[in-house]
């Protein structure tokens, strides 16, 4: 329907009135969204009575997700990410009606979003289920598929962190050790008859091993200096939403920290999940039953 270009460097917009969000127990089915309708419906149209109307909504939906606004203000109201849409569909027996549910990211309930739009709910639909497909190939290309492997890595990473600092607590408990012996040797000894050990050296006349790695030093003016530790660059990039700089279709293929590594597990199991549109499910994985 739209270019991939479109929905990954910009975002397809529509317009439609926003009946609500509500609490349902299961991520998928019809009968959920169903039951999920009837309530937001009835609620309403006791609103309605009351002489409350419907808002009006700006839906943009692009490979970060479905965002959802204020038309006038461009507020953001919701910003459902696609990975976190596990169910998308157009009421057939209602044809302004469309609906998906969405992984709330604080609260992790699932929330039914509900939609009357007069002649586009089939084809919002069938946008949202061409952004996730498309969102999960960039995220397979990116490197999205290689998650489990850096988890493992950063793993390993931090068991060889963990001893270093123990062979270090080691280290200083020989070294309290040797103080204690020299003290005792200098003190049961007649003066003069020990000669101290050179600090250089441990008790048996060895150099202490030091897993700390030694950098040559840079010379300055005012003497040496070890070299400086690189540090990122203070320039903050944003997506086309504006959101936080983390992009996961950018992620290549470096070691991440944890909050990091987190958002690309969650990201990774969201898409494995799949979307399923119209008893269609989105996945690209062919050893999935349900493609």
Do not use: W
Request: hydrophobic share 30%; proline share 7%; net charge neutral.
């Amino acid at each position: 329907m739209h270019t991939p270009e479109a929905l990954s460097k910009h975002y397809i917009p529509y317009n439609a009135k926003f009946l609500g969000s509500t609490e349902v127990e299961q991520p998928k089915g019809t009968e959920v969204v169903r039951d999920a309708v009837r309530k937001l419906k009835f609620a309403r149209h006791i609103k309605k009575s009351e002489g409350q109307k419907i808002p009006k909504v700006e839906l943009q939906i692009s490979i970060y997700g479905v965002k959802i606004l204020e038309p006038k203000t461009k507020e953001v109201q919701h910003n459902c990410q696609l990975h976190r849409i596990s169910f998308c569909a157009d009421d057939k027996t209602d044809k302004r009606i469309f609906t998906f549910i969405c992984k709330d990211s604080e609260s992790n309930k699932h929330l039914c979003y509900v939609f009357d739009s007069e002649k586009c709910a089939e084809e919002i639909t069938l946008t949202i289920g061409q952004a996730f497909d498309l969102a999960y190939r960039k995220f397979l290309e990116s490197g999205g598929k290689d998650v489990e492997t850096r988890k493992q890595i950063a793993g390993l990473q931090k068991r060889i962190q963990d001893l270093e600092t123990e062979n270090m607590e080691l280290k200083n408990k020989v070294q309290d050790l040797e103080n204690r012996l020299r003290i005792t040797q200098v003190s049961t000894s007649p003066a003069g008859s020990v000669m101290p050990k050179s600090p250089s050296t441990d008790i048996f006349d060895m150099i202490p091993f030091s897993p700390v790695s030694h950098q040559s030093p840079i010379s300055t003016r005012n003497g040496t200096q070890p070299p400086p530790v690189p540090s990122r660059s203070a320039e903050i990039k944003r997506d086309l939403f504006g959101a936080e700089p983390f992009d996961p279709f950018n992620c290549g293929a470096g070691d991440f920290p944890p909050d990091i590594q987190s958002k690309l597990d969650e990201m990774q199991e969201g898409f494995k999940m799949g979307l399923t549109l119209e008893g269609t499910v989105f996945c690209l994985d062919p050893l999935d039953s349900r493609c």
